[in-house]
Each structure stands twice: as C-alpha cells, then as structure tokens.
C-alpha cells in the first residue's frame, strides 16, 4: 500500500495524527491570522469613514459663512462711502441689513433652506434697499453688489 508520505514526504501526513506540538501551533497562527484579517478590516472601514467625512462640507453650513456684526460694519460703511448715504439713509440701510441676517439665521436654525427661499430673502432686500436709495444710488448700489459679490471658489485667485 502507497501513503502519501512515500509520495510527498513527511511535511503532508495530517498534523493531527503525530505532531501534537504543531498543530496547537497551528491552531495559534489560524487565530492571530483571523485577528490580523479583522484588524485590517477595521482600519480600512474607519480610514474609508475618515476619508468620506473630510469630503462632505458640513450640512447645516453650505454657501456663504454669514457675517458678524463687526463685518456687517465695515458693509455699510464702504456701502456708505461708494452710495454717498444721508445718515438717514444709513439709518434705513442698516435696519434693512439686520433684518436681513436675522430672517438668513431663523432659515438656518431650521435646517438647511431651499436656495429659492435665500435667493427670495436677497431679492426683498435689494428691493427694499432700493426704495431707499435715489436712481443714481441704485445704479452705485448695483455696481457694489457686483464688487462685493461673494466669490465661492476663488478665494486664493483673490489673493493674487
């Protein structure tokens, strides 16, 4: 009768049969190889989560940052300055302004809103901006929106 060991040699007799000290030795490598494979898993789900959570802008913060008092400031004084405002008129503005940002932050408190309700907040400020402001202001005043526009995108080309 033919056995596998005078074929392939000793290395292929089933280590169950004589070598009791290696198969406990095997028994240790299959489990630390099976520890090793979750381990690589894990590492790869939370590299694949890290990696998907920098991509994503944050939910509640798309679009423009909303700006703070200190900048809403330095708006109206420019706008001021170029529109050539009646401190009356800079009263006017001004109120028109906080209510603007005040009506912007309610719609982000409550998730994020449709860009129609943003782009229908914007219009009724230009409009009621405008009801202030004499037709050669309007025209100045259409001139520094196109300055001041916010430029998504570019901010290193208006670095340069």
Same mark, same amino acid.
């Given at each position: ?18 070598q ?51 900048q809403?400031e ?12 009646s401190?009356?008129q800079?009263?006017?503005?001004? @109120?028109l ?7 912007? *932050?309610?719609?982000?408190?409550? $998730? #994020?809103?449709e +860009?129609?309700e ?8 230009d ?9 050669? @202001?309007?025209?100045?005043?259409e001139?520094?929106?196109? *300055?001041?526009?916010?430029?998504? $995108? #570019?901010?290193? +080309?208006r670095?340069?």
């Amino acid at each position: 009768m033919l056995l596998i060991e005078d074929i392939f040699g000793p290395a292929f007799i089933p280590l169950h049969l004589n070598q009791h000290k290696n198969s406990i030795h095997l028994q240790t490598h299959i489990k630390t190889m099976s520890i090793l494979k979750s381990t690589f898993a894990f590492a790869m789900l939370a590299i694949f989560s890290v990696g998907l959570a920098i991509a994503q802008p944050p939910a509640d913060r798309q679009g423009p940052p909303m700006p703070d008092a200190a900048q809403i400031e330095a708006m109206m004084t420019k706008m001021s300055q170029e529109l050539s405002l009646s401190s009356d008129q800079q009263q006017q503005v001004q @109120q028109l302004f906080d209510q603007h940002f005040k009506a912007v *932050e309610e719609k982000m408190a409550n $998730g #994020r809103p449709e +860009r129609s309700e943003m782009k229908q907040l914007k219009d009724e400020l230009d409009q009621q901006v405008n009801a202030v402001l004499s037709e050669e @202001q309007q025209a100045l005043y259409e001139k520094y929106k196109k *300055e001041n526009r916010p430029q998504r $995108g #570019r901010k290193e +080309r208006r670095e340069k």
